[in-house]
């Protein structure tokens, strides 16, 4: 159930598709989406004509991609499970993207070994696109938070209502985000579906070394899908890195 909730309230929250689909209109060549779930950044640029391989480890939220794509558009659709820190593709891209958030949710460890594999996938001149929370902004909430409701939309399979929730506890390190789904039953019951997300208060001069570690050219940080500059009071960071 978690993957159809997860695609229908984040489905509601597209002001960054302009962004990718911008960035994918500049590309000469095939792209690849990591962590592409159920298709939500996918999609539009396989509407938009581009060509897009996607890797995720999520099988459940692979099987709702392809389940929910038009069929005229199912044969163009190339998407595999797969550890995105660590996986291995016979061809290479000029344009590769981890959208929503994703990047923050990566440990040391992990942040070393995508880089590594993204340097062997990109074309040379490609570019790599990250999205994240501004880790100064996530670092200066406060160190926890009750459950409060963010926002309510309609069931997609009964139109009873969704009911969303967050709430966080933080440590110097990270970040760990509580979401709760409360579907509201006809009956008058209650039906709970949870996710925790962590993310890692990694400071942006900390990724900007870690890039240049792993032997990329230049990165360029914007602070908002709008292009604006990325600064201590951003609401994103956003890394966009050149091979």
Known sequence: MFPLLYHTHHSLHNDDLRFWLELASHSAGPMLELGCGTGRVLVPLLRAGHAVVGIDHDREMLALLRASLPSDMLPSLQVFQADFCAFHLQRKFSLILLPCNTYSTLDADQRLQLLRCVRTHLLPGGLFAASLPNPRLLKSLSPHAEAELEEIFDHPLDGEPVQVYSAWEKTAQALRLHWHYDHLLPD???????????????????YLSEIR?????STKTLGDFDGTPYSADAPQLILLVSR
């Open 213 to 217: 570690s792993a032997g990329f050219s």
């Open 188 to 206: 008058g019951g209650v039906e709970r579906t949870s996710e925790t997300i962590t993310h890692y208060l990694t400071p942006a001069e900390e």
